[in-house]
């Protein structure tokens, strides 16, 4: 059986931790920030980690095991 080709799409919007966790950046950052409250934007900035099967299936699509 052939290797898994690592999705490229995957490598430019997350990363993997040095203990194999997902780490990804939060949605609704990039415009009409007027809207949301500055407390809101300030804990958007901070990274988010992937949990449950979508961490898994990322994991696998960023070619870790």
């Known amino acids: 059986m052939t290797k898994q080709k690592t ?3 995957v490598v430019k919007r997350m990363k993997l931790t040095k203990t194999g966790k997902v780490k ?3 949605a609704f950052t990039s415009h009409i920030l007027v809207r ?6 300030r804990q958007l900035r901070k990274d988010g980690y992937c949990v449950g099967k ?6 696998k699509l960023l070619g870790g095991s």
Not at 36 to 41: A, E, G, N, W
Not at 54 to 59: A, D, G, L, T, Y
């Open 24 to 26: 990804r950046s939060h």
């Open 7 to 9: 999705k490229k799409a």
């Open 54 to 59: 979508f961490e898994v299936n990322m994991r």
């Open 36 to 41: 949301r409250t500055t407390k809101r934007k």
